[in-house]
């Protein structure tokens, strides 16, 4: 029991951070109907530039921050602008191909810049060990959970409220109809895939802290998949229950099956369940099932 | 003899109303027009009959069968033609190729047969051009451009090329969305002429929707009018027009009662 | 100059290689080809060999997401999956290498409606995601299920024999090679001159309109989804007795990238764009290899920069030719012939 108690904490708090990356994810394809596959390598480049400035620049981490939020943000709207502006028109594929092209472009030229070999993060939070009743966890994924939890909940709280996040909502929504309302539909894109870069980039940081940082961190990235087709592919609530359901799920397939299989079964069992979520529910947990027009 | 029964059909997307126990039959051989203002559902009958959406309520009658459980792809070997509001043409590929595909339903080359091609595929693909050609081609009058590809060609071609493979899938009812939309004078009445050739010549029932009123009022046989997803009246051409309900929804209520008077 | 071309039948009319000029430059190349083993160096068999083999799998995929616009993550797997089973076959069961090929296609059919297959009734990008899935799993079926696999050490083989004939060389293993890339090559043009084909461009071009058109959409992304695997297993049967060893390093998520960045660089939809693709990124590896060769004078670490460099060049083909050359080097190929065929006229 203690044992299972144990894996669903550790796997509720990483859930949460996945939560965090898939909210990124999510938030593009809302707003833009693109199916985002470098999300994972903006997660490692944002945890890369992190990293860097910490340890090169010596910064401290609340100067860190905010920078690799506006680095983050360069990066999303230099994608948009420079590449998928000029996709517009083309057919669907096509602009999800660029996106596998670009993860491939990040993938290489992170390893070239950084290199190949595992970079461990200078400790950002207090080293102690957090003990609840008989479960520990970790002090880099507890507190790595509470601050991707507070982003969260800040973006979640811009789209309420702020004209921005409502201008983003207006625009996913109905591009047209955002577009005769006064909304700049262009500007929207290019704000969406500055969030969704800056998502990602933060759920980064807060892996790269937990786990170290190397060019592979972004295969992370791709349980983004598991977590939106389970929430569903257009909702935000969905990506964040997803983020927890999967990380759960994760965690307890790791820790009963490893012994079976000699290891990697954590990584596995999101796909697994992602395969058995297409047969039963493929729109998901919360998604709604696109109305065409003819 | 009714070729198409439209029985008590409703349909609605979460709250909104799209079409409310929409009744009518078309008879067979005949040009059967649906307008009304834009929105008003007309497109989606068009769609429930070809299976693409499926009715609250109601059924659709085919011959007498009832189609309820037959799929889309089903429906096009049954006889049912159809044109697309937007042009919905293939553009990777060029008129001909785009005219073949509309006979698909009525080919019988599977993967094997494909691939081996020489024999039995050849054949059937030999026989379709044919019969492309001289039914088709020739008969629409596309014989120049039917290499090209169907993107480089202008609108009004294209709506024919569409028409053209509409043809091929040797339809007892074709299916009409806006067929003369955004054409000119000329053009339409091109169309117009296609229009009731096909009806007389190839003996297949059309159910037309347009909006052009003086190319519904000469061709149509019969007409049905749409308001907000509900039918207003049917008849024939001069019985819709004189009707008070469908002068109000298009030229608004004072006209409507003005011309009672008058 | 093409003047005077007039055609009296269909038949001659829908050929594909149209007038006899066409035939002519045609029968020049399958005497090249023949000739080419006899004259080529090893390193150029071999590589002739390895493009031959990418090629099958190349157009494969094509048939998949260029023609069918269905987009699949998982085509190194599938081939790796083809090669594991011709492995397995002719160790475990000593099945004749002609046997094996089929199997091997069939096997790789299998797994990919398994995997594939519930997603083949929702939109494209469902699929994509997949064989993701498919590809990840695969890969890890691969490493760990030893007993059949061999894991990390993979397997080896011996030379494969045609009816007692031993193929222990590139050069008796080249025209193996060469009648397989043209079978394949001939039956998927042959394909898409039937309504098969042509159903595929429709699910690409517009999946709606096309299933009202009559075409069964399930069944007809099912045959290419099935028929992309099959050729991705013989594919991968093939590379697996030429290279007379498999292990999981072949078939990584970065292989099914780069048949991708094939089928986009060469031209999707385009027969002729998968063979110029996957000779083109048969090629880009070894340019970069030997590029990186040069600067080891200069940078002594150059050589680690091979793996990163390659998939920053794969991932910049991608964007690139999406962004300014869609329908890929076929396009290119096209536009240069149609200046010969008006030469010297311009129009």
Not at chain 2, 195 to 215: F, G, P, S
Not at chain 3, 136 to 154: A, D, N, P, Q
Not at chain 3, 233 to 242: A, K, Q, R, Y
Request: overall charge neutral.
């Amino acid at each position: 029991m203690d044992i299972f108690l144990q894996l669903i904490s550790s796997g509720f708090l990483v859930g949460g951070i996945y939560a965090l990356i898939a909210l990124g994810f999510v938030l593009i394809y809302k707003a833009t109907n693109i199916i985002n596959f470098a999300t994972g390598e903006f997660m490692m480049i944002g945890a890369y530039i992190f990293y860097s400035l910490m340890v090169y620049l010596k910064l401290s981490p609340f100067i860190g921050f905010p920078l690799v939020i506006i680095f983050a943000a360069i990066l999303g709207f230099l994608v948009e602008r420079l590449i998928l502006r000029h996709m517009l028109g083309q057919p669907n594929i096509s602009i999800i191909m660029v996106t596998i092209g670009l993860s491939s472009i990040l993938l290489g030229l992170a390893e070239i810049i950084w290199g190949s070999s595992f970079r461990s993060f200078p400790p950002l939070f207090p080293r102690k060990p957090i003990i609840l009743g008989e479960i520990v966890l970790r002090s880099n994924l507890f507190y790595g959970f509470l601050v991707a939890m507070a982003v969260v909940v800040i973006f979640l709280l811009l789209f309420k409220y702020a004209k921005v996040g409502i201008a983003m909502r207006a625009t996913a929504n109905d591009q047209m109809a955002a577009f005769s309302m006064g909304i700049n539909v262009k500007t929207m894109f290019t704000i969406s895939w500055a969030f969704g870069a800056i998502a990602a980039s933060l759920g980064g940081i807060i892996i790269g802290n937990i786990g170290g940082v190397q060019p592979t961190l972004g295969h992370i990235g791709l349980k983004i998949f598991p977590i939106v087709i389970l929430g569903g592919l257009d909702s935000i609530i969905g990506a964040v229950i997803g983020g927890f359901i999967v990380g759960i799920v994760e965690n307890l397939a790791g820790g009963y099956l490893d012994p079976y299989f000699h290891g990697g079964v954590k990584d596995l069992a999101p796909f697994v369940v992602l395969i058995f979520i297409l047969l039963i529910k493929p729109h998901g947990l919360f998604g709604t099932k696109e109305i065409e027009r003819l | 003899m009714k070729i198409l029964s439209i029985d008590n059909v409703s349909l609605s997307f979460g709250g909104l109303k799209v079409l409310t126990e929409i009744s009518f039959d078309v008879i067979k051989g005949e040009i059967f027009a649906i307008i009304g203002p834009n929105g008003a559902g007309k497109t989606s009958i068009l769609n429930i009959i070809s299976g693409f959406y499926h009715p609250d309520k109601g059924k659709v009658f085919f011959n007498g069968k009832d189609l309820t459980r037959i799929p889309a792809d089903e429906r096009a070997a049954l006889g049912m033609g159809r044109t697309f509001q937007n042009i919905a043409l293939y553009h990777g590929m060029s008129v001909l190729d785009n005219i073949k595909l509309g006979a698909h339903t009525h080919l019988k080359t599977g993967l094997m047969s494909g691939l081996w091609y020489w024999g039995a595929a050849h054949r059937e693909e030999m026989e379709l051009r044919k019969k492309i050609e001289e039914d088709i081609i020739d008969f629409l009058e596309i014989e120049s451009i039917r290499k090209q590809p169907v993107s480089a060609l202008a609108y009004g071609l294209q709506k024919r090329v569409e028409l053209a493979r509409a043809l091929a899938m040797r339809p007892k009812v074709l299916l009409m969305d806006e067929p003369v939309a955004g054409m000119n004078a000329e053009e339409t009445e091109d169309m117009a002429r296609f229009i009731l050739d096909i009806k007389e010549e190839y003996n297949i029932t059309i159910v037309l929707i347009e909006h052009d009123m003086k190319m519904i009022m000469d061709i149509s046989d019969r007409v049905l009018v749409l308001n907000f997803g509900k039918a207003l009246t049917h008849g024939t051409p001069k019985e819709v027009q004189k009707h008070p309900d469908v002068i109000a929804a298009y030229l608004g209520q004072k006209k409507a009662e003005t011309m009672e008077k008058g | 100059m093409h003047i005077g071309d007039f055609k009296e039948t269909y038949s001659s009319d829908q050929a594909v290689f149209i007038n006899a000029t066409s035939r002519f430059w045609l029968g020049i190349l399958f005497a090249l080809l023949i000739l080419f083993p006899f004259v080529a160096g090893d390193y150029l068999l071999f590589m002739a060999n390895l493009a031959g083999i990418t090629i099958i799998g190349a157009v494969g995929l094509n048939i998949l997401t260029g023609f069918a616009g269905l987009i699949s993550l998982g085509h190194a797997a599938f081939i790796g999956v083809g090669g594991y089973t011709a492995a397995i076959l002719s160790t475990r069961f000593d099945l004749p290498f002609l046997l094996c090929l089929p199997l091997s296609g069939l096997m790789a059919a299998f797994f990919g409606i398994i995997v594939g297959g519930p997603s083949l009734r929702l939109k494209g990008l469902y699929l994509c995601i997949a064989t993701l899935a498919a590809q990840l799993i695969l890969e890890f079926v691969f490493v760990h299920w030893e007993s059949m696999t061999g894991g990390i050490r993979g397997m080896n083989i011996s030379p494969p024999q045609i009816f007692g004939y031993v193929l222990d060389n590139d050069f008796k293993f080249y025209f193996v090679t060469l009648v397989m890339v043209i079978l394949c090559v001939t039956f998927a043009r042959n394909l898409f001159r039937t309504r098969v084909g042509r159903a595929f461009i429709a699910i690409r071009d517009r999946d709606i309109s096309a299933e009202l058109m009559g075409i069964n959409l399930l069944r007809y992304k099912t045959y290419a989804f099935a028929l992309s695997s099959f050729m991705a297993g013989i594919s991968g049967c093939l590379w697996v007795n030429f290279l007379k060893t498999v292990t999981p390093e072949h078939f990584p998520l970065m292989e099914s990238v780069r048949y991708l960045a094939m089928v986009i660089v060469g031209g999707m939809g385009s027969i002729l764009g998968s063979i110029l693709g996957a000779i083109f990124m048969t090629i880009v590896p070894e340019l970069i290899s030997t590029f990186l060769g040069f600067l080891v004078n200069i940078f002594p670490t150059a050589m680690s920069f091979l793996f990163p460099l390659q998939q920053v060049i794969f991932g910049l083909l991608i964007v690139g030719f999406l962004v300014f050359e869609p329908h890929g080097l076929a396009e290119i190929w096209r536009r240069i012939k149609n200046y010969f065929h008006l030469w010297p006229f311009e129009h």
